[in-house]
Structure formats: structure tokens, C-alpha cells
């Protein structure tokens, strides 16, 4: 396990842009894939992007074209860059570091405590 810690969260008006950063405390290369979901209440948690280590980026639908992971292995940290933002993109975001632990595939896992990102319409 690795501690992560998220910062950047704000508030933003629809159609503009922020940037989260995601900061291992250790080696962020140890993760096999750093990803960033985001929770809203009363909705189910969402994948937005991922990142593996070898530098595959998945996102989700809702926010393909829009936003942007990427990774700066000397600094440790991954970044998720929102542009166009929309109301819906409201919500806790956190970091997700995963990482398989053993020949089955079981994995270890670590969560930021989040950061908010509020868009206003």
C-alpha cells in the first residue's frame, strides 16, 4: 500500500477547466494503474480515467473529450486535467492506486481521502 493524497478541487463555473493531482507518497510506478473516480450523493461511484503503468489511459463515457490523465513519474504524482466542465461533473473525486499482489491476480488497493470539485452552472 501507498498513501495518496488528492489536491485542486474548487469550484469551477460550466465550461471551465481544473486540474486534480494525485501524489503517492511513495513510488507511484509501484501502482500498476492509478485511476480517479468520483462520487456524488445518491449516485453510484464512477470511473472517470485510468492510467496504467505502462502509460494506457482509459476514460469514461461521460467524460471522453473532456478530460485528460496523465503521469509525472519523477514527481509521483498523476494529474486529471477537466476542460469543458458541465453541473454533472460535480462531486468527490479520489485517486485509486491498484496494484496485483500475487500469481491469481488478487490485487492491493489505495484510496485518497478526496478532494470536491463543484461546477456551477
Known amino acids: 500500500q501507498g498513501q495518496l493524497v488528492e489536491s485542486g478541487g474548487g469550484l469551477v463555473q460550466a465550461g471551465g477547466s481544473l486540474k486534480l493531482s494525485c501524489t503517492a507518497s511513495g513510488r507511484i510506478s509501484r501502482f500498476d494503474s492509478i485511476d480517479w473516480y468520483r462520487q456524488a450523493p445518491g449516485i453510484q461511484r464512477e470511473m472517470v480515467a485510468s492510467?496504467?503503468?505502462?502509460?494506457?489511459?482509459n476514460y469514461g463515457y461521460s467524460v471522453r473529450g473532456r478530460f485528460t490523465i496523465s503521469r509525472d513519474v519523477a514527481k509521483n504524482t498523476v494529474y486529471l486535467q477537466m476542460n469543458f466542465m458541465k453541473p454533472e461533473d460535480t462531486g468527490v473525486y479520489y485517486c485509486?492506486?491498484?496494484?496485483?499482489?500475487?500469481?491469481?491476480?488478487?490485487?492491493?488497493?489505495?484510496w485518497g481521502q478526496g478532494t470536491l470539485v463543484t461546477v456551477s452552472s
Open positions: 492510467i496504467t503503468s505502462g502509460g494506457e489511459t
Open positions: 485509486h492506486g491498484q496494484k496485483v499482489i500475487n500469481v491469481e491476480g488478487a490485487t492491493g488497493h489505495s
